[in-house]
């Protein structure tokens, strides 16, 4: 006993509060940071863009352009074929996972934002549907294979001491570890299916034929209801996934996919070539005729203005708005996990609640992004508040089902009193669980908010592309990548020492 | 030369001994128990014999190592992975076949689960589940076989059915139990232990119920 206080860092007798420490420690990171930060209102009268907004809600048009229905199906059929491909390519990753090069392989894809990916694959497969696929599978392949290695390893052995001498290893695997792992591996692709679906909504912003596409220039046209016809069938089809999501149907939803995708762009594979072996080559590297000390000194002059100019202006500007995005999060999932939890309100209150959650959850980081700008102007405010509510949702929505299964004593107290003395308390350390799981995530969507012009640094990947700078976007990428993978050892680190644990089923 | 034999046999647990000092010898065609109190080294024991010959030999365990996902039939099964190619394994394990149920069936019947085929484990009561564990042990086909508490979970009626198989289908058996009354009914010798010390070691037909009291005493 003694030794696990000491080890934990705390004093016998002083009232260790670890988990609120840390708390007041994030949130007065976040005050500090929000100061530094630019987060302000831009526009001079914000009010006419949300009357124009709010006409467009109420008056939602199926009929605006025929091209809705087809890229309501290009977004599914997108977001099946790359959570697919994600899951075969994922599962092998998964059973590799006691490499370390398999695991950094996999650090290394699943850091970098699938939008960032679709703007790697554009450069060298063209707007195809390869490129939209691939932007999906090659970041989610490196999430299964984490998330199923997690699952895998929580088998029961016990099995194990009663096999017959000379069971093969795949009879072992089959019999022992995958039947207990199934189940889990169905809801948990269940949930990527539904992150593939936002993801590929998304990927229509870089010019694939998703919804995205159609909504970027509804949105910069001002055809909010256009807007809010594409968003409500979007809802309808994430709302209703369990329904039409069955194990056996996959094989069919697959075929189909493939049959309705748009074949469109051809494969120039010289691209892929000159891509990879000259485009991201640092321009010093590829101008030079030999490699010599000059060189050297160039390459370095490179590295230094790309580091001083863009990565440590992107890296200051990405922390900030993480962290007051991580903690708006925090507060606003405290704020909506009451309203879907049966503790505090009834069928009726809940099903409202219920609605508001899913639809602040379904709308993409990115489109609640564009909203928010579109009515205050560029700063971090629009992205910050966007993160907030997005993944404010997300946590809500989890925890808000876990109260479900909290005995209360009989005699509890209700309302405020019941939330603040009994219900807060019990589930906090599930809360910053959840929250500090998804401090990664919220880094990689500051990173893509970037495209929308706030200066994170995907505003700098998003230019060097724009400027056809290849080399220049690869570093950057590469950076981003290391501060996603060194907030996720960091996130891992916290939540050791404080103790806290996350079921694999949520990412 | 006995099937298995132990030489001063001493086990330690974080320096608790476990087992005093322990010798003892079992011949082939005998049927023991292990009988004494909780922690008197009962399932120490009989994990130590049956790493001694654990290839030719099937066990129960007290954890009773079953998939719990997979139903009664896949568990059965199990008691036989090694006899059969990998594909067939994993096409057995999507589609049971008939040959092999037609197997199991005989095994289940004798058991009492023949009602329960293709239920899955965890929908099981826990004497459900050790008679799954005691029809895997059956199906595998060995000459020896070991169970730590195997029929604790079965009701009065069923447990004899139980141990009636086990004896019927294995030459050796070596079982740990806390019912007296069924270890001496089912048992060639009884091996008492105290505290890790070897205290009794007698042919069960010269012993009756109220001589074994000594052991479950301060």
Known sequence: MTASISSNGFKAGSKPRPLLRISLGFLVIALVLGLLGDFEITT??????IERMVAGIITPDFSAT???WSAVVNTVAFAILGVALGNAMGFPLALAFQFRAVRILCAFIRSVHELFWALIFLQVFGLTPLTGVLAIAIPYAGIFAKVYSEILEESDPAPLQTLPKGTSSISTFMFVRMPDAWAHFK???LYRLECGLRSSAVLGF????????????????????EVTALLIIFYVIIATIRKWVHARLIPLYIILALLVIPWTGELATSNLVRFFTYDILPHPLRVAETFDMGTLSALGAWLSIMWNEQALPGIIATIILTQVALVGSGALTLLFFPLISPKFFNTFGRTTGHIFLVVLRSTPEYVLALIFLLLWGPSMLPAAVALALHNGAIIGHLIGRYTEDMDLRPDSPKGLNLYAYDVLPRLYPQFLAFLFYRWEVIMRETAILGILGIATLGFYIDSAFADLRFDRAMFLIVVTAILNIGIDTLSRYIR???RLRTTADVV | MPLLELKNATVQYNGTAVLNNLSLGIEQGEKIALVGQSGAGKSTLLNLLYQQCKEDAALVPQDLGLVRSLSVFHNVYMGRLNKHPSWYNVVNLIKPLKKE??????ILIQVGLEEKVFEPIRELSGGQQQRTAVARAIFKDSSIFFGDEPVSAVDEHQSHTVMQAISASHQTVVLSMHDVELALKYSSRVIGLKDGDLVMNEPSGSLKASDLDGLYKQ
């Not at chain 2, 149920?101 to 005989?106: G, S, T, Y």
């Open chain 2, 101 to 106: 149920v037609d197997q199991v069936l005989p």
């Open chain 1, 44 to 49: 001079l009268d914000p009010w006419i863009e």
């Open chain 1, 187 to 189: 809801t948990y692709a």
């Open chain 1, 496 to 498: 050791g020492r404080l």
């Open chain 1, 66 to 68: 025929e091209d809705l």
């Open chain 1, 206 to 225: 870089v010019g694939l034929p998703t919804i995205g596409f159609h909504l970027e220039s509804a949105f910069s046209q001002g055809r909010y209801s």
